[in-house]
């Protein structure tokens, strides 16, 4: 079990990269930066962005910053290499990872019943959890994603396993387990409320005995949805909430019409799901919003106006039971924050670029279907729901999301071009990615990417500075 402050040592800082580096500084604004020369500091923080700098410059700036120039470690970033901002997964059922895809023909509720309950109930052997968590925490690593919003199963003991993983191998992390005292089977389903607060409790001061500053795991309440929670659990972590005002807070949100209407019959005194989640005490600016498909006029100023997040998973609102599609551009016009969500397991894919590419098909349905009135989302946005708005989500954004000085180097380390097949076969590209021409700008070596590429093409994931993809 990890002890307190085991954060990974920062290894081989500090470092400098030279070459292209890509972000967005909002939904509507994609910055690329040829001839960049960025510095992460010891802390593994950006000290330095400098645009358009020639490389004759770079020594001036190393000794400006502090360092001695014939020793300090700079990485020349080639053509086809650049860095992006690590993904953030704003919505994860961890202990899903062995049944993502399946029973993708059903109903959510009936997907529940048949499918996830009888499947998360193996967690309560920490044994298992702690080999099927290592393994779905190191293959988000794998495919960059750098944080991810958890939701665990009904159990304190496993949840406790999965944040002590998080820590160990340094992915940032939420890491919440479901509460749920009612309508899951008896084998699936906490004894009482009461039960169910403590193993919250107990789980939030574990997460913060192991990393006290909250560096890398943080506690998130997990209210399952309201179907799964009777109103004394409901009242009880509205009170965790407001007495712990660091507290996250996620559950899912308008996300299917059976759950709707089961909603709506167990809590017929409230006018909406909104409206339900308020009275609890359980909306504010570190709620995260999971699916949010089919509010009401009301529900959309509402969650507005209380700073919420929404996680975005189309992959699963598209492949489990009916295909639905969340008004994500909406949203954006409003300023509500969004982000995108895996949804492992009810999505098929823990893979950010999976599930950007799913957006834009839903977006582009949306778009047809409103014959143009409801534009589908552009490349870039993507690209900002699946790093600045998912940290916005989360409500790091002030930490991570983008390169900017000050913030912890959360990074993607892209390469699209293997040099070495290019002599062999003619044709250099990394994988399966769309193969990249003698003639294709950054632009469109960024789209190729973006639209084609996959885990192959991440060579390296910093997370607060440390290279974890080797
Ligand atoms: O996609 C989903 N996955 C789940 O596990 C779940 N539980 C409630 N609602 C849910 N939706």
Not at 78 to 100: C, E, K, M, N, Y
Request: aromatic share 8%.
């Amino acid at each position: 079990m990890a002890s307190e402050q085991t954060v990974p040592p920062m290894r081989g800082l500090p470092i400098a990269f030279y070459g292209t580096v890509i972000h967005s500084l909002d939904a509507n604004t994609l910055e690329i930066l040829q001839e960049c020369f960025l510095i992460v500091d010891d802390n593994g923080k950006i000290q330095k962005i400098a645009k358009d700098t020639p490389r004759s410059k770079i020594n001036d700036l190393v000794v400006e910053s502090g360092y001695t120039p014939d020793v300090f470690p700079v990485k020349y970033l080639s053509r086809g290499d650049f860095l992006i901002p690590g993904f953030v997964d704003t919505h994860h059922h961890a202990p899903q990872w062995a049944q993502r895809g399946m029973g993708r023909d059903q109903t959510l509720l009936d997907w529940l019943n048949n499918v996830t309950f009888a499947h998360e109930r193996k967690f309560e052997d920490p044994a298992y959890a702690r080999r099927m968590y290592a393994a779905c925490v190191a293959a988000g690593i794998r495919q960059g994603v750098t944080t991810t919003a958890y939701y665990g199963s009904l159990h304190g003991e496993a949840t406790k396993v999965l944040a002590d993983i998080c820590l160990e191998q340094g992915q940032r992390a939420f890491v919440g387990k479901c509460n749920m005292n009612r309508n899951s089977p008896d084998w699936y389903r906490e004894a009482s409320a009461q039960d169910s607060l403590k193993q919250t409790e107990d789980l939030i001061a574990h997460v913060r005995k192991i990393d006290a500053e909250g560096k890398r795991v943080k506690p998130v309440l997990t209210p399952r949805f309201a179907i799964t929670c009777d109103e004394e659990l409901l009242s009880g972590l509205g009170r965790i909430a407001a007495n712990d005002p660091d507290i996250h807070i996620q559950t899912h949100f308008n996300e299917a019409q059976d759950e709707m209407q089961f909603t709506r019959q167990l809590f017929p005194k409230f006018k909406h799901e909104a409206d339900l989640y308020d009275h609890f005490g359980l909306l504010g600016p570190k709620t995260i919003l999971a699916h949010s498909i089919f509010l009401e006029e009301d529900e959309i100023s509402h969650i507005k106006s209380k700073g919420c997040g929404i996680a975005h998973c189309p992959i699963s609102t598209s492949t489990l039971g009916e295909f639905m599609m969340a008004p994500i551009r909406e949203y954006l016009r409003r300023g509500i924050k969004v982000g995108l969500g895996t949804d492992v397991g009810g999505g098929f894919s823990c893979s950010i670029l999976d599930a950007m590419r799913q957006a834009f098909i839903i977006s582009k349905a949306r778009e047809t279907f409103s014959k143009g009135a409801d534009p589908a989302l552009k490349l870039h946005e993507g690209f900002f729901l699946a790093t600045l708005g998912g940290a916005q989500v989360c409500g790091i954004d002030e930490r991570v999301g983008n390169f900017v000085e000050g913030k912890e180097f959360d990074a993607l380390e892209i390469h699209t071009i293997d040099a070495e097949r290019n002599n062999e076969i003619g044709c250099g590209s990394l994988g399966i990615v769309t193969p990249i021409e003698d003639d294709d700008s950054v632009e469109t070596i960024f789209e190729k990417f973006l639209m084609t590429g996959d885990d192959r093409n991440i060579v390296k994931v910093y997370i607060g500075g440390s290279s974890l993809k080797r």
